[in-house]
């Protein structure tokens, strides 16, 4: 790991070391701009110190950088490194860890500065419809071992997928993924509810759809024998 300072992101634990992480609130894009505004614009902004300060957020911080290979337009690529990491993050979570494990291997990687700037602006106008609505709520929906599993489990769901060669699902399962993201970083019960919606209908479809793709298929073949 570098031995270089943290960044001084708002919410850290240097800003705010007698408040309570359930009452202290930095939204996304104050805290976005935080990261991709001071600092050098080739800086890589390694996972070790993204996550340093930010505590039980930081679980929401390691999936919003794992699904940022899902937004380039690069089949199978993506779900290779966002699958995998998706998943990972998804076994911790159902482990009822506290805060995000990353390994030394990793938690040394991370986006440029630049890369993080680029897909801000390129989220901006969905980011700034989701904060009029978005808040911390429903607390008991994140504090909960229950829903902490279930959302886990629908996290390794969506990157198994995400890790699957499937043609034009990239920005589909990134985009729940980060919602997720989205989710655990402004501990939001209400948003959780609608991404365990959406994941499961999308789970649940993929499902009966491989299902009578496999029928279909066999049939085929019954007729060819």
């Not at 940022?68 to 779900?79: C, R």
């Not at 994140?142 to 829903?147: E, F, G, I, P």
């Not at 902490?148 to 034009?168: H, M, N, V, W």
Request: charge should be positive.
């Amino acid at each position: 790991m570098s031995s270089d300072p943290e960044p001084n992101l708002p919410g850290s634990i240097a800003d705010n070391k007698n408040a309570d992480s359930s009452t202290t609130y930095t939204g996304i894009s104050e805290l976005l701009d935080s990261l991709c505004n001071n600092g050098d614009p080739e800086e890589v902004l390694t996972l070790g110190k993204l996550l340093a300060n930010l505590r039980e957020r930081g679980f929401g911080m390691f999936l919003f950088i794992s699904v940022l290979p899902g937004f380039i337009p690069v089949p199978g690529a993506a779900g290779i490194i966002a699958g995998p990491l998706s998943i990972f993050i998804g076994l911790q979570l159902i482990f009822g860890l506290k805060l995000p494990w990353v390994p030394s291997f990793i938690a040394r990687r991370g986006p440029k500065r630049s890369t993080l700037a680029r897909f801000r602006k390129r989220i901006a106008p969905w980011l700034k419809r989701l904060e009029h609505i978005t808040r911390p709520r429903i607390h008991m929906l994140q504090r909960s071992r229950l829903t902490t599993i279930y959302t886990g489990i629908l996290i390794i769901l969506l990157g198994s997928l995400f890790a699957l060669p499937i043609p034009f699902t990239n920005f589909w399962f990134a985009g729940l993924l980060l919602l997720f993201a989205f989710t655990l970083m402004e501990r939001d019960g209400a948003l959780m509810l609608v991404a365990w919606a959406l994941s499961t209908i999308t789970v649940v479809g993929f499902a009966l759809l491989s299902n009578e793709l496999s029928e279909l298929i066999n049939h085929w073949l019954n007729k060819l024998r």
